[in-house]
């Protein structure tokens, strides 16, 4: 379920895979919630340029209902817009995808498409300008995912501190998604500067320290000092952001470009601070 939420917090904005799966822009998003006996409310409805309406559910796990359930969307939708939607299930899960997909009897005739992701060359999603594309890509087919997983990481370092915690949570729930192959691909970017976001974010932490000690051989590869630095920064952004969330742009300069000095005379105003002026004044 974790990551079914993930997803669908994403598909605001990953316009590239909806013209993957369907072949098609879309034109606008519909409101998705049916009103019956039983409330129900699909992943996405959407009217597309070629005059078509597309309905797309996502999964990460085999659901032996999910034919009876399409069936259902089907019909519910059918009755609302009065015309039969294209009815894809995009599935993102470690297993084989093993769902029944059509009806074939003398009464009736139905059927609806199942896309496994992993079988999707995401060479598209990965050059899309949405991060959210960006990021699905890392489940799918590219020709070099390790330059995939720096161009992402490389544009959630640019986001400010709250949106970039909020996105590393996501690739970390997307990323337990394929066990045996991103973290693998992920210990080999430890170095860049992202990383102290990523070690504090338990999923990533695990995957850092399987591949080295605390601080230890880390310190090494960037230097002790430079290490220091970091963590006091990140331990000060924590403290600010208790007091003074959501943190200005303004704020989060100053502490990537702080020194070791001026981390420790900050932290010491703040205790007495009632402003983030307060903290940073000379």
């Known amino acids: 379920m974790k990551y079914d939420v993930t997803f669908k917090e994403l598909f605001p904005d990953v316009n590239v895979l909806f013209k993957l799966l369907a072949g098609s822009e879309v034109v606008r998003i519909e409101s998705a919630e049916f009103s019956s006996i039983k409330q129900r409310r699909a992943d996405l409805l959407a ?10 559910e996502l999964q990460s796990g085999n659901d032996e209902e999910m034919l009876w359930r399409e069936l259902e ?12 939607p294209t009815q894809i299930v995009l599935y993102i899960g470690k297993n084989p995808a093993l769902f029944e997909t059509q009806i074939d009897t003398p009464c009736l005739k139905y059927s609806y498409q199942v896309i496994d992701i992993r079988e999707l060359d995401c060479t598209l999603l990965l050059e899309s300008d949405s991060l959210s594309d960006n990021m699905l890509s890392l489940l799918g087919q590219l020709q070099d995912k390790q330059a995939a997983i720096q161009r992402v990481l490389r544009k959630i370092a640019y ?3 709250k949106k970039r915690a909020d ?9 337990g998604l394929r066990p045996k192959e991103l973290p693998d691909l992920l210990k080999k970017e430890k170095t ?3 990383t102290v976001d990523l070690e504090e974010n338990p999923i990533f932490a695990e995957i850092f320290e399987r591949y080295t000690s605390v601080g230890e051989k880390r310190g090494i590869q960037i230097g002790e000092g430079r290490g220091i630095v970091l963590g006091k920064s990140a331990m000060l952004r924590r403290l600010l952001e208790k007091r003074f969330y959501p943190l200005p742009d303004w704020v989060e300069t100053k502490l990537e470009h702080a020194s070791d000095n001026e981390l420790e005379m900050w932290g010491l105003q703040l205790f007495e601070a009632q402003s983030l002026e307060d903290v940073f004044k000379l």
């Not at 969307?73 to 039969?84: E, F, W």
């Not at 996105?167 to 990323?175: D, E, F, N, Y």
């Open 47 to 56: 009217y597309l340029a070629d005059g078509t309406l597309l309905h797309l």
């Open 73 to 84: 969307y089907c019909g519910l939708i059918g009755k609302a817009y009065k015309m039969i």
């Open 159 to 161: 986001l400010p501190s």
């Open 167 to 175: 996105t590393l949570a996501k690739l970390a729930i997307l990323v």
């Open 192 to 194: 860049m500067p992202i």
